[in-house]
Each structure stands twice: as C-alpha cells, then as structure tokens.
C-alpha cells in the first residue's frame, strides 16, 4: 500500500481525494459520512453573505446519459449554500475539530466588495479550517448578481479579490476557475498575479442539458421555463485536462500549484489529472451518482498503480505529462502508426470498416477471399485512430508505430528522424533548417 | 407391460394449471428490459443477423429505432420486410438464425435478444395503433389467386395488396392463419395472436379469404390459372409421413400434426385426451411441440425417440433442451419397428437400435420396447400432389415438393409457389414469409410489365 498523503498548498489530507465544493458538502451530515467512507478532504459548499440565496423548488439538475442510462453529464442551476452563514460556520468548527486529520476547505462567494471580503474570512478563519477557495467560477444565477462566473471572466477583478484576500487572512487561498472563457490561463495569471496559493480548475461549464421536445421547455424545467446551468460530470473531463494542461505549462503560471476537477471519476482519472499538473483532485458528480463509497476504489485503485510504478509519494504524479504537452506545430509529423486489427479478437461487426469507408480514408476491408473480414490496408490508412475509437472490443484494434521501412501510403522512408511544421516545406512560414524543441 | 385399457384421460392437471403450462413460454421485454437489451446492439455493418434471417429485415436498424425511442418506426422496418414479423418474432427458431450469427455471440455468447426486442417493437404497433402502416398503391385492376391463408400466403397476399392487386386468398380451413393458427405451440402464441396479426394483415385491404376452399377438393389449379392473372401456391404440406408399421391406424396411434391442430383450436384443454405415457417418434420441431405440449397436458411420461443423433434433429439444440427442461425423456439412434396392440389399441413400441455406418443408417439388430398409451407420428409431412389435380402432370415438383426458381416462379407460366409447399429449404414460417413476399413482387413485376 502506497503513501497517498498529500500536502497540497500546506493543507494535508490523508489522500489527494477530495469533494469538490457542491451539494455533496452543503452540511455536516454530508461531510462526516463522506469522512466515514475515506475521502481525505472536502471543499465545503460555498458560503456567502446573509440572508441566504434560496433556491428553486423544482428541478435543479438534468443529465445526459450514455448506453444503460449510464450518467456522464449532470448540469445544474443549485445556488451557492441556501443555510444561513452562522449554521454553516458552526458545523464546519465541529467537523473540523472531529476530524483534524482529513482538509477542510471553505469556499466563498461574497460581492466584489473588499469589506465583504474581509468580513467572511474573520469569520471563516475562526472556524479552524485549512484554507479558503474563491468560487469564482458559477456560471448560473450568482453571476447575473456579478458574483461567481460574472468575476472569474474578468482578470482584472480575478486579481483584485485574490489580493484582498491574501490581505485579509492567513489561510492559503486557492481561486476557481471557470472554464467559460476563451483562454484560461488569463484568469489563472491573474490569481498567480493576486499571489494566490493555487488555482483549482474547472467550475462548471454554462450549458442548457436538453430541451422537452413535447412540451419545448429547457431542462431542467421550472413550470415551464429553463435556465442555463453548470455542466459536469464525465463528459467534461477532456475540457478540464486541457485548461489544466495549459496552466501547468504556462510560462507565467508553471508551478502554480492546481487542483484538478472535472469528471474526475476514478482514480485513472486523478493520475490523469495529477500527471498534467494538478496536486491533488476535487470529485462531486461521481460522488453525486455513485455515493461517497467510491472513494475506497479510488485509493485502492491509486495505491496500486503507485506501486506498479514505483512512486512514493502522490507528489511524484504531479506534472509527469506536463512536458509531454505541446503545440501541433512540434509533433513529429515523420511518427507513422498504422492501425492493426487482432483477428483472434475480432468479433467481425464491422464498424470499423464503415466508420473507415464512410467517414475516413477507405482503408479497412469489409470483405477478403469472398469472407467478412476486417483488414487495415497500410496503403490507405493515415493511422487516424478511429477505428480504435469506434471499436467496440477493448486492444482489438491497436495503433502500431511503423519502425523503419517504406511507409506504403506516402512512399516515403520511416527514418526515424524528428521533423515538425515549423520546417515543413508546406509551411509558407517554415523557419529554415535548425529544429527547436520547445522550452516548455 | 400395458395395462389392458389404456390411460387416456382429461383434464389431469388442476384448472389454473393449464393457463399457467400454456401461457406465454417467453414473457415480452418491459419498455426497460428492451432499452437495456437495445443498449446492446453495435448497429453493425453489413450486419451478419440480417444476413442470417430468411426475409432479411433490417435488424440493427429495427434496434436503434427501439433505442431512441421510435418503436412505431422500428415495427415499420420489421414489418417492412416480414409482415408477419410479430409471429416470427414469437416462433422463430433466432438461436439458429439471427442470433446465432449476432457478434455478440461470438464476443460473449450472450447474442442480442434480437427476437424479444422484435416482438417489443411490433407489440407496441399492435396495441397501441393496431393499424395499417402500409398504404396500397392505386388499384391496377389485376386479380391474384392465393392459395393457402398460411405465412406464405399472407405474407403473399399483403404484398401484393400493397402494390394494389386484388387478392382471393382460398383456404381450405375455417380460420386463416396456416399454421401459425393451427401448428405451432400453443404456449409460443398465446391470446389469439395468430387471428389478431391475420386481421393486422387483412386490414391493407383488398384481400377477401374464401374459407374452406381447397385446392383439389372445391377448387381447381386450372380454374384458377384461367380466372386470374396470377396464382400463388401457398398450401403447406397436407400429407403426413406414416410409420408404414401394422397397427398405426389404430387408436392410440396419433397423428401429431392433427393433435396439435385440435390443442390450438380446444376452448378448454382440460377436455383434451393426452396419454398418460406418451412415446413421439421424431426429433423435428413438431416432435417437440407435440411432446412438450402432452407433458404441459399433464403426461407423466414422454419419451422422444429418433433414429439418428441429436445434431441431426430437425429441432434446433434450443428446441431440444426445451423438451428436456419439460421432462421429456429424448432417446437417440433408435427406429421404430413394430407397434404393440393390445384390444384394439396401440399399447406400446418395440424399436431397433440403430447406428451410422459410413453416413448410412442401419439397425443393429437390438431391441427395447416402449410402452404406450399414445404414440405419436412426427416424422415429417408431405405434398399431396394429387391436390394438384390435373396440373399435377405439368408442374414440375422436386424432393416431394414444388419446384420453384429464385423468384418463386414454378414450371407453369404464372403460377408461384413459396412455404412449406415449394422446395426453397427449411420449413419455418419466416422462410415462407419471406417466399411469399418474393413471389409476390415477382408477380407485381410480371403484371406491371
């Protein structure tokens, strides 16, 4: 069994498992339950001034669901906490005194205001807990009152908030981030700039989940009407590893430390994170689809790879993949892989062949000798990778790097050597001759 | 050895037994069951189920149609190519047929349970629209004789209904229906089903059924020929196979294609006479049906003797462990060779072993006997040719049965001929569904030109 401690930003927690700010960590009820099962710390769900937001009292979720009713998105239009701020603070002094071990981190969300600001972190910083998270990153509802989203979309106040804050407490300070911005790394500049202790990435992102194609109302419908909400869950995960990536690969921003969310479902999921900068994860919808008891294969699932791999400490993770992102510009356009398909594993339902012949480069068989048969045709097949997507058999089909010889579609010799766009006789900007790697 | 009266009897079973024994053998999907089932389906290409199934429906297609929540759609694309698709759906044997070839078999031998979710969609049609999806095309004056209200005539006679030929169906039975009505199990089609998909069928329009019409008794292939412009044969196998054994006119020596007739048109099972140890000679579809349904009636012995092994039986692996889950006892390699009379009656069957010599089959000389209060014939049925009267000369037959090239088309210009009757291979209702639905749009063309 691995070491999972994790001291991210200064806050230890037996495991880089944590909830991430959201319905799961509203209460105490919630968060010891959550505790009993294992997870290593919570984010509780985000405070703000009172009297408290209220919210609708219809619908505040709707989903999308893969084969089997399978959920791998969730949006939703739930406000930050509806309880009034004194409750929440005395439960989270209780739940941080039984449970000294375990991170407890408070978000907040008050008005743009320094003296708001200040007021909350007194009051917060009284509870005894670890550290703070700016919810700048709510895409519904608070950010039409110039909260959430409506700040973490403008640098400049992403900034300033952060600096109140770092003025106004001693708790580490970690800023949100929303993903529903053009380019991530600005708002996440601008924390570093404001001298936060991280940035956790990515709130939800703005989304209406589906419309009643009978009645024409959006989903979730509230008598009638819909608003649009915050998305996560599965489907958002690709999203989150990019801004993550661009983050921890940012010249600006590169050591920041992150903390990764985004559909983060298993512990494959966290390594994946981990590996592109983040230093410990933040989980709610797999939380909010499974319960808190999947935590327990998350850290038996994290241990064991960490063994197979030889890391000692969940640290050695974070940011293994990070210089192994880069431009298009410098991937190697002399790699040539080729798609092979596993006849022993094949089960012949051809959807290779269409995807291929319909959509792609006409280079699986569909037929051969008069029998079905699947069969990638060198000559024709540009190593795409979508028949290994569209398969339905896991490592039937399989993206072999060709390693020398005569590449039968171009007729051009695999050498072996690097060479990229930048000198590509194509690019009318083609930089002549000397290949540079780039520094980061 | 017998007793010297034979135990025949009715109603051995308590009341609610017999609604419990024959009803539904495989309980329809719920709307939940079928998604989850549709979940399966990879929509493949070139599909090898559709390959596999006589009248070729489009069955990933049918499937994604379930799945996305269009199961009127989904009977459409079923019905499309098999209008008797929820028959089939119901009596197909799918384990030899589509979901044999499924991908999934070969990945998980678990294939998609393509003929639930068949008889999903098309119970959904049923019973919640119960209509006609298919329009006819403006009438074009022609008249098609169909003889045989069975699958293949149905199948037949929709079709070219559809293509707005006028169509006589002439059968020789009171209900329409072939043997979907009169044949197969009763527990495969429960709740009048047969007679509600023959209304479905019907209900195109342009379709009159002259019942109690057969073909050499009341009418005449030469008439036919003479008063329309086309004739389809679609009048199954009248004849039934005998033992060619002394005794087996005698009572206790059952017809089972007749039995199994009078079991499908009983109002009330419990009056219907079944043996107390029954033997059936014969390992095909009917042998199991038959056996099965005697031990449902409350037989305490079955015993389903065939001569050969049971890779060769007619019935399919599934067939044969239905009859073994229901108790019935299946004894191989083994011939009838004379049957036992007792007063008057079948009391038993004394068989020769037999064994497979260089592919032939020879008995070996050893004997067991049987005893029996019914014995049961199952070993195939036959052409009547003499039903054919005068034509019988002219049209050309082949293994016993109706010569018909691709198209359906016999050796006599504008007869067809499809199911059972016509020699196309293997006698299952979806291969002459499919028949009459070739047939027909062979003749639609012959008329159109």
Not at chain 1, 144 to 171: D, L, N, S
Not at chain 1, 379 to 396: D, F, I, K, T
Not at chain 2, 9 to 14: N, V
Not at chain 2, 124 to 146: C, H, I, N, S, Y
């Amino acid at each position: 069994m691995a070491n999972l401690a994790s001291n991210f930003v200064g806050i230890k927690s037996p495991n880089p498992f944590w909830l991430a700010s959201a319905p799961p960590t509203d209460k105490a009820y919630n968060v010891v339950r959550a505790f009993k099962e294992g997870w290593g710390g919570v984010v509780w769900k985000t405070l703000g001034t009172d009297p408290p937001v209220v919210n609708v009292s219809g619908p505040r979720y709707g989903a999308i669901h893969a084969g089997d009713r399978r959920l791998i998105g969730l949006n939703n239009i739930e406000l930050i906490t509806d309880r009034p701020l004194e409750i929440n603070l005395r439960e989270i002094k209780e739940v941080k005194r039984d449970w000294p071990d375990r991170a407890l981190v408070v978000s907040l969300m008050v008005p743009c205001e320094e003296h708001y600001w200040k007021d909350i972190l007194a009051k917060v910083e009284d509870t005894g807990c670890d550290g703070v998270e700016l919810n700048f990153g709510c895409p519904h509802g608070m950010s039409e009152r110039g909260m959430g989203a409506a700040v973490g979309q403008v640098p400049e106040y992403v900034e300033m908030v952060t600096r109140w804050c770092k003025q106004h407490t001693r708790m580490p300070v970690i800023v949100k981030l929303t993903p529903n911005i053009s380019d991530v790394r600005q708002p996440a500049r601008a924390a570093h700039r404001g001298g936060a202790d991280a940035v956790s990435l990515i709130n939800t992102v703005n989304s209406i989940i589906g419309v009643d194609i009978d009645t024409f109302s959006p989903l979730p419908s509230i008598d009638g009407k819909g608003s649009h909400g915050g998305y996560c869950g599965p489907a958002v995960k690709p999203i989150a590893l990019n801004m993550t990536a661009e983050i921890a690969r940012d010249r600006e921003t590169r050591g920041l430390p992150i903390s990764g969310i985004g559909g983060i479902t298993t512990w494959r999921d966290a390594v994946e994170f981990m590996a592109l900068g983040a230093g410990n994860v933040q989980v709610c919808t797999a939380a909010m689809t499974y319960g808190f008891r999947i935590v327990k294969d998350m850290i038996t699932g994290l241990s064991e790879y960490m063994d197979r791999h030889g890391f000692t400490s969940v640290d050695e993770i974070t940011g293994r993949a990070v210089g192994n992102v880069t431009d298009w510009q410098y991937l190697n356009l002399n790699y040539v892989a080729k798609a092979k398909i596993d006849q022993d594993l094949c089960i012949k339902c051809g959807r290779c062949h269409i995807a291929c012949e319909d959509t792609s480069h006409q280079a699986i068989t569909a037929m051969v000798d008069g029998k079905r048969h699947f069969e990638v045709i060198d000559a024709e097949c540009v190593g795409c990778n979508l028949c290994v997507n569209v398969c339905p058999v896991e490592n039937c089909i399989t993206m072999e790097e060709m390693v020398g010889g005569v590449d039968p579609r171009t007729g051009i010799a695999v050498t072996g050597d690097y060479a990229n766009w930048t000198t590509h006789p194509n690019n009318p900007m083609a930089k002549p001759a000397v290949v540079v790697e780039p520094a980061e | 050895m017998a007793t010297t009266s034979p135990d025949i009897a009715t109603g051995r079973l308590a009341p609610d037994q017999y609604a419990a024994n024959f009803s539904d053998i495989h309980p329809p999907l719920g709307d939940h069951e079928a998604l989850v089932e549709a979940d399966r389906c990879y929509f493949c290409y070139d599909a090898p189920c559709v390959k596999a199934c006589p009248t070729s429906i489009d069955i990933p297609l049918f499937i994604r149609q379930i799945l996305t929540g269009n199961p009127i759609g989904s009977a459409e694309t079923i019905l499309s190519q098999n209008i008797l698709g929820g028959m089939c759906a119901r009596v197909c044997p799918t384990e030899t047929l589509c979901e044999e070839a499924c991908v999934r078999e070969e990945a998980e031998g678990k294939p998609v349970k393509i003929g639930l979710l068949q008889r999903y969609a098309t119970d959904v049609l049923m019973d919640e629209t119960g209509e006609q999806p298919f329009p006819r095309a403006a009438a074009t004056g022609k008249r098609v004789a169909v003889v045989g209200g069975g699958p293949a005539g149905l199948s037949a006679a929709h079709r070219l209904a559809m293509h707005g030929h006028d169509v006589v169906i002439y059968d020789a039975r009171e209900k329409a229906g072939g043997l979907n009505e009169y044949g197969i199990a009763a527990y495969k089609a429960p709740d009048g089903f047969a007679q509600a998909e023959v209304e479905f069928v019907l209900s195109i329009g342009g379709i009159t059924v002259e019942h109690g019409k057969a073909l050499g008794r009341d009418i005449a292939l030469s008439e036919l020929s003479q008063a329309y412009d086309a004739v389809f044969l679609g009048m199954g196998l009248a004849g039934v196979n005998a033992l060619a054994l002394d005794g087996e006119d005698l009572p206790g020596a059952m017809d089972a294609v007749g039995y199994i007739a009078d079991l499908r048109q009983a109002a009330d099972l419990s009056t219907l006479p079944v043996g107390g140890r029954v033997v059936v000679i014969g390992g095909g579809m009917t042998a199991v049906d038959v056996a099965v349904q005697s031990k449902r009636l409350g037989a305490k012995e079955v015993t389903m003797v065939y001569r050969r092994g049971p890779e060769k039986m007619g019935a399919s692996r599934y067939e044969q462990e239905l009859a073994a889950t229901n108790g019935v006892v299946i004894r191989h390699y083994a011939k009838p060779a004379r049957l036992l009379v007792e007063n008057g009656h079948v009391a038993g069957v004394e068989f020769e072993e037999t064994a497979e010599r260089e592919g032939r089959l020879i008995g070996t000389g050893a004997t067991f006997t049987l005893p029996a209060d019914m014995v049961f014939k199952a070993i195939g049925q036959t052409l009547v040719p003499a039903a054919l009267n005068s034509s019988a000369a002219a049209i050309v037959l082949e293994g016993g049965k109706i010569r018909v090239d691709d198209e359906r088309r016999t050796s006599l210009p504008g007869v067809w001929a499809g199911g059972d009757c016509a020699a196309t291979g293997e006698d299952l209702t979806v291969a002459a569904v499919a028949d009459g639905r070739i047939a027909a749009e062979s003749i639609h063309r012959a008329l159109s030109a």
